[in-house]
């Protein structure tokens, strides 16, 4: 067995009291903006509906929107860890938020989710074959800065053509900022089909323009998430530059 050189780092990327640290503490965000209080009822969201009348809303059609929403971001913490610890499950989990995610997304006005999503979806199902093939790590190359710079590239495309297609929310700060995240994570997405090491750069730049944009919004739950998210990116990026591969079955 190889010999990693800083088994530390290592245990604290593959821990899993940081799994359950994870899936708490956005379970624990969700609940405290309130996500569950959302449903989707006569083409509408409504928000901030009682957990107790819930069930009425339900029984009369209405959509649980934000029961979903919450428990889709826990499974997408887990699948971020599961990534970084280079289990190829963290992929296949990818799929299945993605689906859900979009869904979500186009209901909350992002209607350029019906074309954005399907681009992750397929680079995650990329990912999910070529690591089931035995991807290994790697350093960057000049393909890596090709595909940041064109995740950005696509990325604004997309979205802008999004909205111009299917409407929904088209006010400029909006769509901007839509279509950076967007492109930020599909270069970041596409990096991760190929293990590039600096994946991981490429999710602390992502978390630091969202923990950024939170904070400016005085929007301390979501800071919560973003310093999480942005240490499990640093610590996973420093793990997989120093310690390579992990030693895992195909999956």
């Known amino acids: 067995m190889r010999t990693v050189k800083q088994p530390v780092l290592r245990q604290i990327v593959q821990s899993q009291y940081i799994d359950v640290l994870g899936a708490a503490l956005i379970f624990g965000v969700c609940y405290a903006r309130d996500f569950h209080g959302t449903i989707y009822y006569q083409g509408a969201l409504q928000f901030g509906v009682p957990f107790g009348e819930l069930g009425t809303y339900l029984a009369k059609g209405a959509f649980p929107l934000g029961i979903f929403s919450v428990i889709g971001a826990v499974f997408s913490v887990l699948s971020t860890r599961l990534v970084g610890k280079q289990n190829n499950w963290g992929n296949i989990i990818g799929v299945f938020t993605t689906i859900s995610s979009g869904s979500i997304d186009f209901m909350f006005g992002n209607h350029s989710a019906v074309i ?60 901007i900022l839509v279509s950076l995240i967007f492109g930020l ?24 323009i969202q923990l950024v944009k939170n904070a400016m919004q005085l929007n301390i739950a979501n ?19 120093l310690n390579g591969d992990v030693e895992v079955k195909p999956v």
């Open 223 to 241: 800071v919560v998430k973003y310093v999480f998210y942005l240490f499990n990116a640093a610590i996973t990026l420093f793990d997989w530059k």
């Open 116 to 175: 954005t999503y399907p681009v992750t979806f397929l680079i995650h199902n990329l990912a999910v074959g070529r690591w089931h093939k035995g991807e290994k790590i790697r350093s960057r190359d000049q393909f890596y800065y090709l595909i940041n710079a064109g995740g950005l590239v696509v990325g604004f495309g997309l979205v802008y053509l999004g909205a111009y297609l299917f409407g929904g929310r088209t006010d400029h700060a909006f769509l």
């Open 185 to 208: 994570s599909l270069g970041a997405n596409f990096c991760n089909v190929f293990k590039y090491e600096e994946t991981w750069f490429s999710w602390v730049v992502y978390n630091i």
